[in-house]
T-cell receptor
Framework: DADVTQTPRNRITKTGKRIMLECSQT?????MYWYRQDPGLGLRLIYY???????NKGEISDGYSVSRQAQAKFSLSLESAIPNQTALYFC???????????FGSGTQLSVL | QQQVKQSPQSLIVQKGGISIINCAYE??????FPWYQQFPGKGPALLIA?????SEKKEGRFTISFNKSAKQFSLHIMDSQPGDSATYFC???????????FGKGTHLIIQP
């Protein structure tokens, strides 16, 4: 859906490298969320933001940081990537009261 | 601590049959219970959701049954079709503010 754009779609990196995953949305939603998906573990919340000045840690924030550069942009960084951060990462703006979260297409990250 | 427990992990149903996926939650402050459907290579998409003031919600072939006293809710897919083959996630949230807590997912296969 064109509402949410995640870049890159796929990324392979090496242990110890810094990497940034980017997310942008076109509908002016205030709230944005980052989740990671691992097979058999479901989706787990990493960070979320209610606006550019409000950043909150989720269930598994260790090893990650985020930046809300503007209402439309919410980036996730891995300061020093490790192999167990290999996962599918989703950005999700909060669309409206009835739909709650709308997920982008995801970024598949592999850390070697 | 896993706040939302989903079962089964995988499910095979014959075309035309009823698919049933169950979830149990622990946090009595949860007040919103959605189900998400995910196809390979795509992000999860909202399928149907319920709030605890009703015991059942139906949308087409999809029904959520909710049992507040037992802290359980389930997804029923009537007349299951091969196109329903996907991974299904239950989730819960508290007031919508701090994101969704997901179950681990159910891989559903509908055999023709």
């Amino acid at each position: 859906d064109a509402d949410v754009t995640q870049t890159p779609r796929n990324r392979i990196t090496k242990t110890g490298k810094r990497i940034m995953l980017e997310c942008s949305q076109t509908k002016g939603h205030d709230r944005m969320y980052w989740y990671r998906q691992d097979p058999g573990l479901g989706l787990r919340l990493i960070y979320y933001s209610f606006d550019v000045k409000d950043i909150n840690k989720g269930e598994i924030s260790d090893g990650y940081s985020v930046s809300r550069q503007a209402q439309a942009k919410f980036s996730l960084s891995l300061e020093s990537a490790i192999p167990n951060q290999t996962a599918l990462y989703f950005c999700a703006p909060y669309r409206d009261k009835n739909e709650k979260l709308f997920f982008g297409s995801g970024t598949q990250l592999s850390v070697l | 601590q896993q706040q939302v427990k989903q079962s089964p992990q995988s499910l095979i149903v014959q075309k035309g049959g009823i698919s049933i996926i169950n979830c149990a939650y622990e946090n009595t402050a949860f007040d919103y219970f959605p189900w998400y459907q995910q196809f390979p290579g795509k992000g999860p998409a909202l399928l149907i959701a319920i709030r605890p003031d009703v015991s059942e919600k139906k949308e087409g072939r999809f029904t959520i049954s909710f049992n507040k006293s037992a802290k359980q809710f389930s997804l029923h897919i009537m007349d299951s079709q091969p196109g329903d083959s996907a991974t299904y996630f239950c989730a819960a949230s508290r007031g919508g503010a701090d994101g969704l807590t997901f179950g681990k997912g159910t891989h559903l296969i509908i055999q023709p």
